[in-house]
T-cell receptor, first 112, second 115 residues
Framework: GENVEQHPSTLSVQEGDSAVIKCTYS??????FPWYKQELGKRPQLIIDIRSNVGEKKDQRIAVTLNKTAKHFSLHITETQPEDSAVYFCAARAGGSYIPTFGRGTSLIVHP | EAGVVQSPRYKIIEKKQPVAFWCNPI?????LYWYRQNLGQGPELLIRYENEEAVDDSQLPKDRFSAERLKGVDSTLKIQPAELGDSAVYLC?????????????FGPGTRLTVL
């Protein structure tokens, strides 16, 4: 089955800095890669996703890049704000499957 | 549009007791998922339903866990008897099969503490 590794487990940045979270996956058949943000005590919410036919996708201050050859994808957050503080999960889902495999999460702390 | 609803939000029980969680998915969503999320980890799938049929339940510990989705709408997840290691957040999610990449919408979860 799919195996998703996520790094780092904790990331601390100053407000205004950029943050990068990296994930690798094992199943070359995976073709959908969502990123979820989970604030303390709240539900995971989809913030951005990318499909395997695209190398990069941006949405305001967040962007995701995908390297299919290396089987890794990354989340980039620019101009971080304190409200970006949360746990971020990457996931990978193989084609034809409805079940994503999640990474272990990255706790992002943005210091004002 | 109302989101995925779960109840209770919190549950504290003693080991060996039974417990049940309830989920009401987004209206019209035919696919429903139950996940378990341990502290500091990502969600792990327990079972997935397409309408009323359980189609992925290989990760469900069937000796103590059971689930049902009568009429293909609401679902319940039961643990009997509960063990200390069952303490976790149980998340329900739903999606509409057939639309794009089938984004999953999560409920707020039920935080279970087994003493």
């Amino acid at each position: 089955g799919e195996n998703v590794e996520q790094h780092p487990s904790t990331l601390s940045v100053q407000e205004g800095d950029s943050a990068v979270i990296k994930c690798t996956y094992s199943d070359s058949a995976s073709n959908y890669f969502p990123w979820y943000k989970q604030e303390l005590g709240k539900r995971p919410q989809l913030i951005i996703d990318i499909r395997s036919n695209v190398g990069e996708k941006k949405d305001q201050r967040i962007a995701v890049t995908l390297n299919k050859t290396a089987k890794h994808f990354s989340l980039h957050i620019t101009e971080t704000q304190p409200e970006d503080s949360a746990v971020y999960f990457c996931a990978a889902r193989a084609g034809g499957s409805y079940i994503p495999t999640f990474g272990r999460g990255t706790s992002l702390i943005v210091h004002p | 549009e109302a989101g995925v609803v779960q109840s209770p939000r919190y549950k504290i029980i003693e080991k060996k007791q039974p417990v049940a969680f309830w989920c009401n998915p987004i209206s019209g969503h035919n696919t429903l998922y139950w996940y378990r999320q341990n502290l500091g980890q990502g969600p792990e799938l327990l079972i997935r339903y397409e309408n009323e049929e359980a189609v992925d339940d290989s990760q469900l510990p069937k000796d103590r866990f059971s689930a049902e989705r009568l009429k293909g709408v609401d679902s319940t997840l039961k643990i009997q008897p509960a063990e200390l290691g069952d303490s976790a957040v149980y998340l329900c999610a739903s999606s509409l099969q057939g639309q794009g990449v089938n984004e999953q919408f999560f409920g707020p979860g039920t935080r279970l503490t087994v003493l």
